[in-house]
C-alpha cells in the first residue's frame, strides 16, 4: 500500500483545506524523512515493450510518491535489451524522457527517423514522438531514463502502445485482447483489479485527439510575420518549438562534449538550456570524482537524483552518512546539503540528474559551502 492514499474523501470539518494543509504536509514531512537515500535497483523484468525494471521510487503516477525514496518528481526506470532479443514494442507518451546508455550500443526510433548511440550517450526525445529502443544485436545495451512525474502534474500523463514485442508478457489481472480476425489489439484488464468494475481494454494505437493536437503542431511552417505584441510572441513560440525540434540531434553524444572542472568538481553536461536537444525536464551531468576525493559541498532547492555508474563510496546528507555502490541510486531530497566522497582505488562515475522547471518558479541556483580539493586547476 502506498503511504499516500489516492482520492481520499473529505468527511465534515475534518476535511476543510485548512486542516488538510497541515495534515498531509505533516504526514509527508515525515514520509520523506523516514525513507532512506540510497536504493539499491529493482529487478528487471519482462512486460509488453521487452525487458526493463519497474519504477525505482514508485511509478511516474504523482500519487504514487514516496514509496521507496525520498524523491516527488523521479521516476527513473533501467531499460535491458540484451543481445539477440526479439525487437521491442513501440509506444509514445506526452512526457519526454532523457535516457542515458550504460553500457553497450544500440539505436532509437524517433518518428520514424533512427539515432545511432554508444555507451555514455544522452538521447533525447520530442513530445510525444512515437519511439522504440533496439541494442546492437551482438552487444546489447541497458540505458536509464531520466523521467519525473511533472507531466501527471499538467495534467498531460497520457501513454499508448503503439506495437507489442515479439512476446510479450502481460501484467498480473490483465488478460490478451484479440480482434476478429485474430490479431492481438491490445490487452483488457479485468474487473476487480485496483477496484475497477467492468473490465478496461488497453487497444494498441494513437488516441484521436491527441493524434490531431500533435500532428497539427507538426505540419506547422516557420513563423515569418512581425511580433507586434506579447501574444503574437505566443502565437511564434508554438512554431518555433517545431521547428526547433524538427532541427536538433536527438543524441548528445558523450565522446563531443568537454570535461569542465567547476566547485563541484569534474563535470560533464548532457542536458541543460546551451546545448541543444530535445531534452527539457532534467538539467543532467555526469561527475567523475578521483580515487579517495571528494565532491564540493552544495545545497540546491531542487531535489536531486544520482544513478552511481562506476565505483564506490558514501554520501554525507545533513550530516547523515549514505554508502553506496555501482547500480545505486542515491536519493537527495529538496533543500539538503550533500558532498560525495570516492572511498575506492579508482574513479567514481555518477550521473546527477535535476528537474528543470525549478529554475522557472524562481527557485533555481547552487549555494557552494565547500570547493572540491581539485579546484580550480585539478590537480588537487
Ligand atoms: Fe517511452
Ligand atoms: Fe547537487
Avoid at 498531509?24 to 514520509?31: A, I, N, R, S
Avoid at 527517423?113 to 551482438?138: K, N, R
Avoid at 503574437?232 to 518555433?240: E, F, G, I, P, Q
Wanted: net charge negative; hydrophobic share 35%; aromatic share 10%.
Amino acid at each position: 500500500m502506498s503511504y499516500l492514499e489516492p482520492w481520499e474523501e473529505s468527511t465534515g470539518s475534518e476535511g476543510s483545506d485548512r486542516l488538510k494543509r497541515f495534515v498531509f504536509q505533516t504526514k509527508e514531512d515525515l514520509q520523506v524523512h523516514s525513507l532512506p537515500h540510497v536504493l539499491q535497483p529493482l529487478a528487471s523484468k519482462q512486460t509488453v515493450m521487452g525487458r526493463g525494471s519497474p519504477h525505482q521510487t514508485g511509478d511516474l503516477t504523482s500519487y504514487d510518491i514516496l514509496i521507496r525514496g525520498p524523491l516527488y518528481c523521479f521516476a527513473s526506470h533501467i531499460i535491458d535489451i540484451a543481445p539477440h532479443v526479439p525487437v521491442r514494442g513501440v509506444h509514445r507518451h506526452i512526457a519526454a524522457p532523457t535516457i542515458f546508455c550504460l553500457s553497450g550500443k544500440g539505436w532509437e526510433m524517433n518518428d520514424g527517423l533512427t539515432y545511432q548511440f554508444e555507451t555514455h550517450d544522452m538521447v533525447c526525445f520530442a513530445p510525444y514522438s512515437t519511439h522504440q529502443h533496439g541494442g546492437d544485436a551482438e552487444v546489447g545495451c541497458a540505458m536509464i531514463s531520466l523521467a519525473t512525474r511533472l507531466f501527471h502534474s499538467f495534467g498531460l500523463m497520457w501513454r499508448e502502445q503503439h506495437k507489442m514485442t515479439e512476446k510479450p508478457a502481460f501484467p498480473d489481472g490483465t488478460e490478451p485482447l484479440y480482434g476478429d480476425d485474430g490479431t492481438l489489439r491490445g490487452y483488457k484488464i479485468k474487473k476487480g483489479v485496483l477496484g475497477i468494475k467492468d473490465d478496461i481494454e488497453v487497444v494498441v494505437g494513437p488516441e484521436p485527439k491527441l493524434e490531431d493536437v500533435f500532428q497539427a503542431r507538426k505540419r506547422s511552417a516557420p513563423w515569418n510575420a512581425p511580433v507586434h505584441d506579447t501574444y503574437d510572441r505566443y502565437l511564434k513560440l508554438y512554431h518555433d518549438e517545431v521547428q526547433y525540434l524538427g532541427r536538433v540531434d536527438h543524441v548528445v553524444h558523450e565522446s563531443r562534449e568537454a570535461w569542465e572542472w567547476s566547485p563541484q568538481g569534474k563535470l560533464k553536461w548532457f542536458v541543460h538550456p546551451d546545448i541543444e536537444t530535445g531534452g527539457r525536464q532534467v538539467w543532467a551531468y555526469l561527475q567523475e570524482i578521483p580515487p579517495h576525493s571528494r565532491s564540493g559541498k552544495h545545497l540546491h532547492v531542487a531535489e536531486e537524483q544520482v544513478l552511481v555508474v562506476e565505483g564506490n563510496g558514501y554520501d554525507i546528507h545533513d550530516g547523515a552518512r549514505w554508502n553506496w555502490q555501482a547500480g545505486d541510486f542515491i536519493c537527495i531530497p529538496r533543500m539538503t546539503t550533500h558532498q560525495h566522497f570516492n572511498s575506492g582505488d579508482s574513479r567514481v562515475l555518477l550521473l546527477c540528474a535535476m528537474p528543470s522547471p525549478f529554475v522557472d518558479v524562481g527557485l533555481g541556483g547552487i549555494e557552494q559551502l565547500e570547493d572540491a580539493p581539485e579546484f580550480p586547476t585539478g590537480d588537487g
